[in-house]
T-cell receptor, first 113, second 116 residues
Framework: DQQVKQNSPSLSVQEGRISILNCDYT??????FLWYKKYPAEGPTFLIS?????DKNEDGRFTVFLNKSAKHLSLHIVPSQPGDSAVYFC????????????FGGGTRVLVKP | EAGVAQSPRYKIIEKRQSVAFWCNPI?????LYWYQQILGQGPKLLIQ????????DSQLPKDRFSAERLKGVDSTLKIQPAKLEDSAVYLC??????????????FGAGTRLSVL
């Protein structure tokens, strides 16, 4: 039972354009959501997060949007840069479940110069 | 600030052998996690420690996997005996004690295990 799903395994985008990564979840108890970025041979690196009481959080080129009614979140990267090429994981946690993270399967992003 | 340290980075063993991984979390982080990441999938939690006590080990295959966190700092994860399906990257993460819903975990580089 996959509680967090990233339905696009890969995404290719031109440098300078917007990258949009999507994530869907099924557990309505989730109250905190995170995006991690992973380069080959490295561990995931925290990128940005959002609490369920908000619908948007912005940090520089990265913005996360949360639609609770649709159980959907997205990550926007504007403008995309070649260094953004990596695998991106969304993750969710529930305070009621001890804040443990449940990860999606990841989306591989390739930003072409 | 030093990050999460893991060793070894790579390990190749034959099935039925045993293996151990080590993790040193970020200083001051009370919570430590071990994840298994199989190729093409997201990390899956194996065990969570709060200081030196186990909070959640529901996903740990206890017939072959064990973990400990003595003195509430470093941790080791052991597999004995290993199976072919244990081939994966084993990630260690740590976090400060969660405040409300917020829980940002910081990951080490992982140990890539190949079981032949």
């Amino acid at each position: 039972d996959q509680q967090v799903k990233q339905n696009s395994p890969s995404l290719s985008v031109q440098e300078g354009r917007i990258s949009i990564l999507n994530c869907d979840y099924t557990n309505s108890m989730f109250d905190y959501f995170l995006w991690y970025k992973k380069y080959p041979a490295e561990g995931p690196t925290f990128l940005i997060s959002i609490s369920s009481i908000k619908d948007k959080n912005e940090d520089g080129r990265f913005t996360v949007f949360l639609n609770k009614s649709a159980k959907h979140l997205s990550l926007h990267i504007v403008p995309s840069q070649p260094g953004d090429s990596a695998v991106y994981f969304c993750a969710a946690s529930a305070r009621a479940a001890g804040n443990k993270l449940t990860f999606g399967g990841g989306t591989r992003v390739l930003v072409k110069p | 600030e030093a990050g999460v340290a893991q060793s070894p980075r790579y390990k190749i063993i034959e099935k039925r052998q045993s293996v151990a991984f080590w993790c040193n979390p970020i200083s001051g982080h009370a919570t430590l996690y071990w994840y298994q990441q199989i190729l093409g999938q997201g990390p899956k939690l194996l065990i969570q420690f709060q200081n030196n006590g186990v909070v959640d080990d529901s996903q740990l295959p206890k017939d072959r996997f064990s973990a400990e966190r003595l003195k509430g700092v470093d941790s080791t994860l052991k597999i004995q005996p290993a199976k072919l399906e244990d081939s994966a990257v084993y990630l260690c993460a740590s976090s400060q004690t969660p405040v409300g819903a917020k829980n940002i975990q910081y990951f080490g580089a992982g140990t890539r295990l190949s079981v032949l």
